[in-house]
């Protein structure tokens, strides 16, 4: 079983910035591919932006390419997720998410941001960006 708990969300104006971070816990096996998600209300969980531990790629939605960038620190069992120029449109909660990832296994970006390829969830932390 792998535990995420997620922070760092808050409330801040149009082109300013947020860290999130997710502590994770369990076993490595289990999380050797990790992402965040963000859901709107009444709108659809979307994937953010993702990493493959083992080899290091990260993927990244279009809306936050060169804007947002997701890293591990092993040391500290946690994944981060840095926020810049942050729009009203990327409001909502982030949740942090993981799986099992092994050598050999085909990764792409299209999996990477699909919320059905992960086992494992946080609660989620609320980011209101107002304009």
């Known amino acids: 079983q792998v535990q995420l708990v997620e922070s760092g969300g808050g409330s801040v104006q149009a082109g300013g910035s947020l860290r999130l971070s997710c502590v994770v816990s369990?076993?490595?096996?289990?999380?050797?591919?990790m992402a965040w998600f963000r859901q709107a209300p009444g709108k659809e969980r979307e994937g953010v932006a993702g990493?493959?531990?083992?080899?290091?790629?990260?993927y990244y939605a279009a809306s936050v390419k060169g804007r947002f960038t997701i890293s591990q620190d092993n040391a500290k069992n946690t994944l981060a997720l840095q926020m810049n120029s942050l729009k009203p449109e990327d409001t909502g909660v982030y949740l942090c998410?993981?799986?099992?990832?092994?050598?050999?296994?085909?990764?792409?970006?299209?999996?990477?941001?699909?919320?059905?390829?992960?086992?494992?969830w946080g609660q989620g932390t609320q980011v209101n960006v107002s304009s």
């Open positions: 998410a993981a799986r099992p990832c092994w050598p050999g296994l085909q990764w792409t970006a299209l999996q990477a941001l699909d919320a059905s390829q992960y086992d494992y």
């Open positions: 369990g076993p490595t096996a289990n999380r050797g591919c």
């Open positions: 990493i493959d531990i083992g080899h290091e790629n990260t």
